[in-house]
């Protein structure tokens, strides 16, 4: 079993920076897919980034340049810089870990970006 707890959402300014951190407890995590996803009112919830056990990462194109993820396996934690954000980036975000068939989600973290 896998458990992940999300935090660094918050209310920023168009043009802003947070970084997201998700804190994953159980084994595994360094062979593990990390992936983060967002969900905004009234829409379907959206991949934004993933990073590979191995350290490969890939980006939702509507982020690319702006997002960087990465992981550090000592600490059991993915992050998501966010930099250059913008109102439409306003959503929660949700931690994901992939690993041998299984999926496993946080709870989430809000981030608002204001115009």
């Known amino acids: 079993q896998v458990q992940l707890v999300e935090s660094g959402g918050g209310l920023v300014q168009a043009g802003g920076s947070l970084r997201l951190s998700c804190a994953a407890s159980g084994s595994g995590f360094s062979i593990s897919a990390m992936a983060w996803y967002r969900q905004a009112p009234g829409k379907q919830r959206e991949f934004v980034a993933r990073i590979a056990s191995g350290g490969i990462t890939n980006y939702a194109d509507s982020v690319k340049g702006r997002f960087t993820i990465s992981r550090d396996n000592a600490k059991n934690t993915v992050y998501l810089q966010m930099n250059s954000l913008k109102p439409e980036d306003t959503a929660v975000y949700y931690c994901?870990?992939?690993?041998?068939?299984?999926?496993?989600w946080g709870q989430g973290t809000q981030v608002t970006v204001s115009s």
């Open positions: 994901n870990s992939a690993k041998q068939g299984y999926s496993y």
